[in-house]
């Protein structure tokens, strides 16, 4: 996979080169490339920000030099391995929340290029023009806004990475994770445990030692319906009732939860009032 990130501070996606990412980049499972912007900026101080049309506070980046920027990306990338209609992900509070299908989605292209902002965001032709040629994904890693996009880049690029072919040691690890498709996809990944057996006093679940897999499989996905029903509810209440087995319906009324008369899923202070 090619990752290109166009960003007025290239020196803040050093962590790119740390660790999963770092390593999948040595293997030349990721090739990443970081390009200043400002290179495309014109002036004697290399703006890059102007003052927003319509008045208001903050500034807001200018279309020429992000202009420039990605014709030189994507003219780079013309007749290579990645001549593959790239994906532009823009990073913005305003922009669809970054989800695990999302990341699989991305995994799944050949090509990205990130295309992180500061001040007020940029100028909305940009994306526009682009939309034209690119497929455009505006993406929100959360509901908060940060001074700039490039820690959604870190976020997304990581999430993407581990999902690659060969990039994570063991295939399997995703497998069970918090919001992996499949039978677990709407329920929280539960604790884990290593050696040793007894730690200060406190002790691995028995079960985890019995070496009974259809055992600790049932132990798994209890706690992690006690966790997904303390800590996210709302997976619990848009969960699909067909993907619930008997022990499952028994452990959710002990937590609290009844079935509701549209098949789904409420906490039973919540079924009364309705
Ligand atoms: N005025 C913008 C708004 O309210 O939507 C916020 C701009 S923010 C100060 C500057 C840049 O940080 C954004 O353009 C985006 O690149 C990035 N950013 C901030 N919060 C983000 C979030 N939650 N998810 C993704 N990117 C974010």
Redesign the pocket.
């Known amino acids: 996979m090619r990752i290109d990130v166009v960003t007025i501070f290239p020196e803040y996606l050093e962590p790119l080169n740390v660790s999963l990412v770092g390593k999948a980049r040595q293997r030349g499972q990721l090739d990443v490339r970081v390009h200043d912007l400002r290179d495309w900026a014109h002036d004697k101080h290399n703006t890059v920000d102007d003052t927003p049309y319509g008045g208001g506070p ?1 500034m807001v980046m200018k279309p020429e030099p992000w202009g420039e920027a990605l014709d030189a990306v994507l003219e780079s990338g013309e007749g290579g391995e990645s001549d593959a209609r790239p994906v532009l992900v ?6 669809v929340p ?1 989800t695990q299908e999302l990341a699989v989605e991305l995994s799944e292209r050949p090509w990205l290029i990130f295309t ?7 100028d909305r032709r940009v994306i526009d023009a682009y939309g034209e040629r690119l497929d455009v994904r505006e ?11 490039e820690a ?1 880049v870190l976020v997304i690029v990581e999430a993407v990475a581990r999902l690659l072919p060969g990039v994570l040691g063991n295939a399997e690890s995703h497998r069970d994770d918090s919001f992996a498709p499949g039978a677990m996809a709407d329920l929280l990944e539960g604790p884990v445990y290593t050696k040793p057996p007894v730690w200060r006093d406190r002790e691995v679940p028995e079960v985890l030692l019995s070496g009974h897999h259809g055992k600790v499989a049932r132990w798994r996905r209890d706690e992690a319906f006690r966790r997904t029903t303390a800590n996210r509810p709302d997976l619990i209440e848009r969960c699909d009732p067909a993907t619930l087995d008997k022990h499952d319906r028994k452990l959710l009324a002990e937590l609290g939860w009844v079935e509701r008369a549209d098949g789904r899923f409420g906490r039973v202070a919540q079924a009364v009032e309705e």
Do not use: H
């Open positions: 903050g823009v990073p913005t509070p305003s922009g970054f992180p902002a500061r001040y007020e965001g940029i993406v929100s890693i959360g509901d908060y806004v940060l001074a700039g996009g959604p």
